[in-house]
């Protein structure tokens, strides 16, 4: 027995075929009660059967294991549940004998409120609160819903029956294949699913309206939504039936299933789940409403969407083999989510948006606490923290720079057999390099070893020396400090005009390369298609920006050497001086990605500044209003007839900065608007693209004394029964300057109001709440940690908090609160929070010692365009 304990994995005595399995879930107590048939086979002679379960009570005498090899009955004389490594360990009086037989188990539970295993969600029916009950197995809480062998490699077929009361919608990941309704009770058969992994089970009991529509092959999808709510679900319908034909050409594979549900769940942790063949959302993900839902709500549901669906190729007919290789599912999905997007909106452009991922995935990594792609996993509680800007975006990118370097052709063919060749089974890393070798006759799995296998990614620094190019590549670190990771980097570079690009692999410290073409600007990373950053050298910067200023660059490579510019600058390799004179190139930008990173750096330069040199605060914001009036102009406060979806993003981003740094003509006309708003909400004065914007500007002007903006959102959000309204004023309210309207707004996010899900989206605090943010977490820790603490929830409010600081004395205190406080959850998102404090306060002290900064800053205030 106690040999089972603290294992990673199940021992393997015997291995599970088909689970036969019967819920039946009472909503009104929020119970349930079960039974499971699990066909097996027993590897070798063993008087033990361990598989998982957690949370579930089994009682005495509703275990026994059928040999069919001796057809003889063995009931088991210890039944263990072990809870903290949740596993269920079944001893028994004799050696079972090998070959095939059932396990038989009975079983009760309870539908939690921590969105996992088998939970209630809540929703309201003609003004009536009620229950529904979802589950969400992925990583490892299958087992809370049955025993089971509840790891990805462990495939077996799934035949489910639903207990539930007659009038309600019980679906599952297969179609119905009978139904009897006794009284108020029906009984639901489903169809025998194919082999798959615990983890994509699914099964959801609730009162639900949908609509359908067939892909030309003829599976059948429909969209589930509460009732009264099925417009909302057409525009996801579309993609998903459009995104199942293009993936089908894709993987060269067609959909395994008969029929592909898609459902949005009012209470629900992640944003969705690519559950087979039963796909639950967010309903911010899956619901668009043609009236209040804004161009960056559209979008969001189209990425999801192509998300998870990628997934029933990428993960659900070929599964990853361990938790390591989660980067797989994750990675991929979000590599291909974009390949569909602009397959169906090629005006979204949505490859040059794709940087907005390789962005917050070089920012995680630019850690000392960061961690390789492929990374071990000892415990079922570490495989949460793994579902992070790493395994997807890191992931999505290395992905991305890959198939740039073997070609789109070549990418495609050579997934296409992986697909082939691990179908209904599992794979590894190595696994999906092996087909890309195979199909490219290129040394795919070295080159990609350095990118998984370790962590960081290098800074590759140019420099011109008598007609030559030096390249040499070191490790970037965030805090300046320079690790020794080596990479096979592929490098790309063009020389004063596109037509001429070249390429080589830089295997080694350094090398040097020939130049023809002396005089021209240099941009290396050609489109931002690798992972890694480049630093140029004076005279190359200063070409750079000309070519910038005469727009001689493409988007992705004006966004790349712009964010260069600011990651150097962050690690004090590069003076802030330099990178506003930078910033002052892109006066006249309007590309919609390049754009907001610009303001998103706006933004984090005013907060550092704001510590570093306070005095020099109202020049530095002048200059960030100045630097966006241009477009401003362009766009203004109405839209364009038959405008654009990147127009009308933009328009949302430009004036929620506008008002964010408090430009007074943009605070007054928004709160014009902001009234129009109140008297009517479909006003055509305030759409929703420029909601955000309206509701950023109001809170700049509520204090103690002038509360009537903030009660005026608060009763929208009271009012709407639209998500995507509701988060947008949630992620609005925390910009209020006031520290006492802030905590206000933080006890608002813990009150019943907010559903557990959203409360994170009112950590957007400004600066000036901080201090008060970080009180009010330690004060009400204890309930934080119980309510969020169960799932990847409650790391966003250690990160969120934590890391706006800039002072060593901050860091400091961070750790010595959570000294005693801090769980396995929480430790690396913890440590990379504390790192960013630290990294902040070096920031600020090397801004101080800037000679020509306020020089710089006071011209650039003023200068006029
Ligand atoms: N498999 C994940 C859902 C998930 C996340 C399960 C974390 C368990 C823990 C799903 O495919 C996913 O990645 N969802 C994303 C949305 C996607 C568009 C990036 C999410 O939930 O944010
Ligand atoms: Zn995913």
Not at 56 to 61: C, N, P, V
Not at 71 to 85: N, R
Not at 487 to 509: H, M, N, Q
């Given at each position: 027995m106690e040999q089972f304990k603290g294992q990673p994995r199940l021992p393997k005595f015997a291995s599970p075929k088909r689970y036969d399995i019967r819920l039946k879930p009472d909503l009104a107590a929020c119970k349930f009660a079960g039974a499971v048939a699990i066909n097996l086979d027993i590897v070798g002679e063993t008087k033990f059967i361990v598989l998982n379960a957690a949370?579930?009570?089994?009682?005495?005498?509703?275990?026994?294991?059928?040999?069919?090899?001796?057809?003889?009955?063995?009931?088991?004389?210890?039944?263990?549940?072990?809870?903290?490594?949740?596993?269920?360990?079944?001893?028994?009086?004799?050696?079972?004998?090998?070959?095939?037989?059932?396990?038989?188990?009975?079983?009760?539970?309870?539908?939690?409120d921590r969105m996992k295993g088998f939970y209630r969600s809540t929703y309201e029916h003609n003004g009536e609160k009620k229950n529904m009950a979802v589950t969400q197995f992925e990583p490892a809480d299958a087992r809370r819903c049955f025993p089971c062998w509840d790891e990805p490699a462990c495939k077996a077929t799934f035949k489910i029956t639903l207990d539930v009361p007659s009038d309600l919608v019980a679906l599952s990941n297969m179609p119905i294949v009978d139904e009897k309704v006794e009284g108020h009770v029906k009984t639901v058969f489903y169809q025998e699913s194919p082999i798959m992994s615990t983890y994509l089970v699914a099964v959801v009991v609730g009162l639900f309206d949908y609509v359908e529509d067939h892909t030309s092959d003829g599976v059948k999808v429909r969209v589930y939504c509460q009732v009264g709510k099925q417009n909302q679900g057409k525009f996801a319908l579309h993609v998903a039936v459009k995104t199942l034909e293009l993936y089908r050409e894709y993987f060269a594979v067609p959909y395994s299933l008969p029929k592909l549900d898609m459902i949005a769940i009012p209470d629900f942790a992640a944003g969705a789940m690519e559950n087979y063949g039963l796909v639950t959302y967010r309903e911010t993900a899956l619901l668009y409403d043609e009236k209040h839902s804004a161009a960056s709500n559209k979008q969001r549901v189209a990425v999801v969407v192509a998300h998870e669906l990628a997934h029933q190729w990428f993960g659900n007919l070929v599964t990853m083999e361990w938790w390591t290789h989660l980067w797989l599912n994750e990675g991929f999905a979000t590599w291909v989510s974009y390949l569909a997007t602009d397959g169906l909106f090629p005006e979204w452009k949505i490859w040059t948006q794709f940087l907005e991922e390789s962005t917050e995935g070089l920012r995680l990594d630019g850690l000392a606490e960061s961690h390789p792609i492929e990374v071990e996993i000892n415990h079922a509680s570490e495989i949460d923290e793994i579902f992070d800007a790493i395994s997807y975006r890191k992931g999505a990118s290395v992905i991305r720079m890959l198939q740039s370097y073997l070609g789109a052709e070549c990418f495609q063919k050579s997934l296409a057999s992986y697909i082939k060749r691990h179908a209904c089974s599992n794979a590894k890393t190595e696994d999906l390099w092996a087909a890309l070798e195979e199909g490219s006759g290129e040394p795919v799995n070295k080159l990609m070893n350095s990118?998984?296998?370790?962590?960081?990614?290098?800074?590759?620094?140019i420099k011109i020396i008598d007609d030559k190019l030096e390249f040499e590549q070191s490790?970037?670190?965030?805090?300046?400090?320079?690790?020794?990771?080596?990479?096979?980097?592929?490098?790309?570079?063009?020389?004063?005009?596109?037509?001429?690009?070249?390429?080589?692999?830089?295997?080694?410290?350094?090398?040097?390369?020939?130049?023809?073409?002396t005089g021209a600007w240099i941009k290396v990373n050609v489109d931002q298609a690798g992972f890694y950053r480049v630093k140029y050298d004076e005279d190359l910067q200063a070409k750079l920006r000309y070519a910038i200023e005469n727009e001689m660059l493409s988007a992705t490579d004006r966004f790349g050497i712009l964010d260069d510019s600011f990651a150097l600058c962050m690690a004090r390799q590069q003076s802030l001086t330099s990178l506003l004179s930078l910033m002052a190139a892109y006066r006249e930008e309007l590309d919609y990605t390049v754009l907001s990173n610009l303001i998103s750096i706006s933004y984090k330069v005013a907060r550092i500044a704001a510590d570093a040199t306070p005095e020099l605060m109202d020049y530095i914001k002048q200059f960030f209003i100045g630097l966006l009036q241009y477009s401003a102009e362009k766009l203004g406060w109405e839209p364009k007839e038959g405008e654009s979806h990147l127009e009308a993003m933009l328009r949302g981003a430009i004036l929620s900065a506008l008002a964010e740094f408090g430009d007074e003509p943009t605070l007054k006309e928004a709160s014009r608007r902001f009234h129009a708003f109140l008297e009517d909400r479909s006003t055509p004065l305030l759409p929703p693209d420029i909601r955000r914007a309206a509701y950023v500007a109001v809170m700049q002007t509520v204090n103690a004394s002038n509360r009537s903006g903030f009660e005026s959102l608060l009763r929208v959000y009271r009012e709407t029964d639209l998500s995507q309204e509701k988060t947008r004023i949630l992620g609005s309210l925390a910009s209020c300057p006031d520290p006492n309207i802030i905590l206000e707004v933080l006890d608002f996010i813990l009150s019943p109001e907010v559903r557990s899900q959203d409360a994170v989206f009112g950590l957007a605090v400004c600066r000036e709440g901080r201090e008060t943010a970080w009180t009010w977490l330690k004060e009400n820790w204890e309930h934080i940690w119980k309510t969020y603490g169960s799932g990847f929830l409650v790391t966003r409010f250690v990160s969120a908090v934590v890391s706006p600081f800039a002072s060593f004395e901050k860091a400091k205190e961070v750790e010595d609160f959570f000294a005693t406080r801090s769980k396995p959850s929480i430790t690396r998102t913890l440590k990379q929070s504390i790192e960013r404090v630290n990294i902040n306060a070096q920031w600020v002290q090397s801004i101080r010692n800037e000679e020509y900064l306020a020089e710089t800053v006071k011209e650039l205030a003023y200068r006029k365009y």
């Open positions: 949370d579930l009570s089994i009682q005495d005498g509703t275990v026994s294991f059928t040999s069919k090899a001796s057809s003889k009955v063995f009931e088991p004389c210890k039944v263990d549940l072990v809870e903290e490594d949740e596993i269920l360990v079944l001893e028994f009086p004799e050696s079972l004998p090998t070959g095939s037989g059932v396990l038989a188990i009975r079983f009760d539970g309870t539908l939690n990118w998984t296998k370790q962590k960081g990614y290098p800074v590759v620094s490790q970037f670190l965030s805090s300046g400090s320079h690790g020794d990771g080596q990479w096979i980097v592929p490098v790309t570079f063009c020389c004063g005009s596109y037509d001429a690009r070249r390429s080589f692999l830089l295997e080694t410290k350094s090398t040097s390369i020939d130049l023809k073409e």
